[in-house]
């Protein structure tokens, strides 16, 4: 079984490092366009296999499009990433070229392939690999909510002092600062209502932080980060793969379930080996239906910059 990273910078080798350390596939590509690039960092990766005891093999490619052939699970990374003081969506010319571009040529090697986009506004470019690709809306997914839940997790561990293990927490909408959505009033410790514990204004503080939660990082670090996002990406795939049936957030194409039509936005789904299987729906308050439907508008607006 053969997976395929696109992109070896920052992203793409975080998720390339812990998808070979998980030993589920026996190859990973690892794509670049950068000459090098990529062959020297799957060597570094392929040396920590003594040390950390793994089989699978990496293989560094530049632009070789025939080697990632027959790839079950393709993650896309390629683009460039934010500085600071940048949104997501500023990216979205640079990006757009790169991932229509890099989507034709695996589909040429891979027909059955199953996509994850995580390049930059994450939203449109999953639903640009979709309408551009034709490829079943279940093979195409967006990786952002996977990534935001689990930031949101770490804010609330934080608080309440709690392993981030036991808190479920999830992000729906749009990934971006201003559209995602921290659903604090579901989200529980080990069952209990995190809302038991925090008052109104603690609670929109983490809700705040969660959704900062790349922006702050950005600031800090000078470009976007890389190892939540790596092992985001690298969670869903291995779902895929082991057809584990995980529930997460992802950016998929729907079709009127939350009030929604022909977007692609942040909703809980089942990830298993058909790609996304099904949406799971959740009964929102008014407020959050409303929160959804803001961050829906949004996302097409972003989507019109491409489209119309
Ligand atoms: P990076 O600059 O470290 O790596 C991007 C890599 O893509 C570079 O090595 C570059 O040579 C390569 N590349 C550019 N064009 C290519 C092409 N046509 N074919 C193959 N490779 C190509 O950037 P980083 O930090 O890895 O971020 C990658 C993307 O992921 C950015 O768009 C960033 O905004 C996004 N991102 C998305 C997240 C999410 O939750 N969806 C989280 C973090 C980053």
Do not use: C
């Amino acid at each position: 079984m053969k997976i395929t990273v696109v992109g070896a910078g920052a992203v793409g080798a975080t998720t390339a490092d812990n998808l070979v350390r998980r030993n589920i596939a026996e190859e990973i590509i690892l794509l670049d366009i950068k000459e090098g690039f990529a062959e020297g960092k799957a060597q570094d990766m392929m040396q920590t296999s003594a040390l950390l005891g793994f089989d699978s093999k990496i293989k560094g490619v530049t632009n070789d499009y025939l080697s990632t052939a027959g790839s079950e699970v393709a993650v896309i990374t390629s683009g460039i990433p934010r500085k600071p003081g940048m949104t997501r969506e500023e990216l979205i010319g640079t990006n757009a070229n790169i991932v229509k571009t890099v989507v034709d040529n695996l589909i040429k090697h891979s027909p059955d392939i199953i996509i994850l986009i995580v390049s930059n506004p994450m939203d449109t470019m999953t639903y640009l690999a979709l309408k551009s690709s034709g490829l079943p809306k279940n093979r195409i997914i967006g990786m952002g909510g996977a990534l935001d839940s689990a930031r949101f997790k770490y804010q609330l561990s934080d608080k309440l002092n709690a392993s981030a293990n036991d808190l479920n927490a999830i992000v729906i909408g749009g990934h971006g600062d201003t559209t995602m959505i921290p659903l604090i009033k579901h989200a529980t410790w080990n069952s209990v209502a995190v809302t038991d514990f925090l008052n109104e204004d603690e609670q929109a503080d983490i809700v705040k932080k969660t959704m900062v939660g790349g922006a702050t990082l950005t600031a800090l670090i000078g470009t976007s980060a890389w190892y939540a996002p790596g092992a985001a990406a690298a969670a869903m795939v291995e779902s895929i793969v082991k057809d584990q049936n995980r529930l997460f957030t992802a950016s998929v194409y729907l079709e009127g379930e939350y009030g929604q039509e022909d977007i692609n936005i942040g909703v809980p789904v089942i990830i298993n080996k058909k790609g996304w299987d099904k949406i799971v729906p959740m009964k929102l308050s008014a407020e959050e239906e409303e929160l959804f439907k803001a961050s829906a508008d949004a996302v097409r607006k972003m989507n019109q910059v491409l489209f119309d």
